[in-house]
């Protein structure tokens, strides 16, 4: 692979069920985000991983949790998913003094594909 | 805490003519990056142009250019003999590098390109 993948890429979930979208990136990037996008509200951040090892909550973390246990995946956990969370799911990526190759940043992210969840 | 304002949920443009997507940003810092990324229907985001603050010149990538005015905080973006291709949303989005290095977009614009 090449850049970010994530998976799937859209799936249709039964309210109060558990969820987890997976995303894994090449890149060798330190940094990793995981955004919500909703139409009208923009992108917004729902957690964040400056390193393996670390996370952080972003603008609107509740009912959402990740982990960061290597430098290439961050999955997102919804733990019990309601309607409100259907949305499209970005993950991304940046590191500006890292990364390899054509993938070496200037401090702008790499998108994955997306992942369209749709809560019933 | 800075801020992206893009001001113009929807815009639309003749084929091959030019158009203008504004971006005003608020931030109190001097040193920062600003982006504007494309996102078409595939909805994949696509970083169209880059702009570092300290430098005066403004970025330019083919047909993209920014108008950057540091003192005003404004960013916008111009799209020089649009194609339809160039139909997206488009985010402006600011960056500075501190120990909570997160990007902040924008709400976005829609542009529309007229055949």
């Known amino acids: 692979i090449a850049g970010i993948t994530q998976a799937p890429t859209s799936q249709i979930l039964a309210a109060g069920r558990r969820m987890t979208l997976r995303c894994t990136q090449d890149?060798?990037?330190?940094?990793m985000y995981w955004y919500r996008q909703d139409l009208g509200l923009g992108l917004r951040l729902i957690h964040y991983s400056n390193t393996a090892g670390t996370t952080g909550k972003g603008e609107v973390p509740d009912g959402y949790s990740v982990s960061r246990a290597n430098t290439d995946d961050f999955p997102l956990t919804l733990a019990s998913a309601v309607p409100s969370q259907t949305s499209v799911y970005f993950c991304?990526?940046?590191?500006?003094?890292?990364?390899?190759?054509?993938?070496?940043?200037?401090?702008?992210?790499?998108f994955g594909p997306g992942t369209r969840l749709t809560v019933t | 805490a800075q801020t992206v304002t893009q001001s113009q949920p929807e815009m639309s443009v003749q084929e091959a003519e030019t158009v203008t997507l504004s971006c005003t940003y608020d931030?109190?810092?001097?040193?920062?990056?600003l982006f504007w990324y494309k996102q078409p229907p595939s909805r994949q985001m696509i970083l169209v142009i880059r702009q570092e603050a300290y430098k005066q010149q403004n970025a330019t990538e083919n047909r993209f250019s920014v108008n950057f005015q540091k003192a005003a905080k404004s960013f916008s973006l111009k799209i020089s003999d649009s194609q339809l291709g160039d139909a997206a949303m488009y985010f402006c989005?600011?960056?500075?590098?501190?120990?909570?290095?997160?990007?902040?977009f924008g709400k976005g614009t829609r542009l529309h390109i007229l055949p």
């Open positions: 931030t109190s810092e001097s040193d920062y990056y």
């Open positions: 991304a990526s940046s590191d500006p003094e890292g990364g390899q190759g054509a993938f070496k940043s200037s401090y702008e992210q790499y």
């Open positions: 989005a600011y960056f500075r590098m501190n120990r909570d290095d997160k990007i902040i």
């Open positions: 890149m060798r990037h330190n940094a």
